[in-house]
T-cell receptor, first 114, second 115 residues
Framework: DTEVTQTPKHLVMGMTNKKSLKCEQH?????MYWYKQKAKKPPELMFV???????INESVPSRFSPECPNSSLLNLHLHALQPEDSALYLC?????????????FGDGTRLSIL | DAKTTQPPSMDCAEGRAANLPCNHS???????VYWYRQIHSQGPQYIIH???NNETNEMASLIITEDRKSSTLILPHATLRDTAVYYC????????????????FGQGTILTVHP
């Protein structure tokens, strides 16, 4: 069991669909992250939110649209995705502030684009 | 953040110690060494971190060389459930007003624990 909850666990969508991935944590963490992980590859950072504001966008295509409506919730809105976007999407969170802050990960949403 | 080099795969017998090496020869003085692991179909899990002293927690021990150019993660009594991909990452801590930390994962080491 993880303290970061991601839904859905699996998602299959067509290239013209619009869908959203959801991530929730109740640890009071004010930094939240989206990562993308292709099969047999390491996770790659996509976005970082700090205090509900977008702090890092790693040159992610605009068909991925993140949103942080409150301190516990992080969404990733998907539109017009391509087959190469099929991957495991991981959410993570950390406390803010200085010092050592390990990231807590959810178990991801496995996305398949038809 | 400094780059790390890890062997692509290792085997270990159940009950024996698993020693996973990591090379980080370009590490800076303010960069910590972190270890995460990812069990199949799960998200990465934090294991341990250190700056220059050896560290131990309930999961593992971390040995960092005196020059800090390499480190070893030790799982003292490996079990089948320790089969996973182990990632060694070096990065600065949240500091200087930055309220978040960025992780850059390398390829990691696939550890297989066999009976």
């Amino acid at each position: 069991d993880t303290e970061v909850t991601q839904t859905p666990k699996h998602l299959v969508m067509g290239m013209t669909n619009k869908k959203s991935l959801k991530c929730e944590q109740h640890m009071g963490h004010r930094a939240m992250y989206w990562y993308k992980q292709k099969a047999k590859k390491p996770p790659e950072l996509m976005f970082v939110y700090s205090y509900e504001k977008l702090s890092i966008n790693e040159s992610v295509p605009s068909r991925f649209s993140p949103e942080c409506p409150n301190s516990s919730l992080l969404n990733l809105h998907l539109h017009a995705l391509q087959p190469e976007d099929s991957a495991l999407y991981l959410c993570a969170s950390t406390p803010t502030g200085t010092g050592v802050k390990p990231q807590h990960f959810g178990d991801g949403t496995r996305l398949s684009i038809l | 953040d400094a780059k790390t080099t890890q062997p692509p795969s290792m085997d270990c017998a159940e009950g024996r110690a698993a020693n996973l090496p990591c090379n980080h020869s370009t590490i800076s003085g303010n960069e910590y060494v972190y270890w995460y692991r990812q069990i199949h179909s799960q998200g990465p899990q934090y294991i341990i971190h250190g700056l220059k002293n050896n560290e131990t927690n309930e999961m593992a021990s971390l040995i960092i060389t005196e020059d800090r150019k390499s480190s070893t993660l030790i799982l003292p009594h490996a079990t089948l459930r320790d089969t996973a991909v182990y990632y060694c990452i070096v990065r600065v801590n949240n500091a200087g007003g930055t309220s978040y930390g960025k992780l850059t994962f390398g390829q990691g080491t696939i550890l297989t624990v066999h009976p």
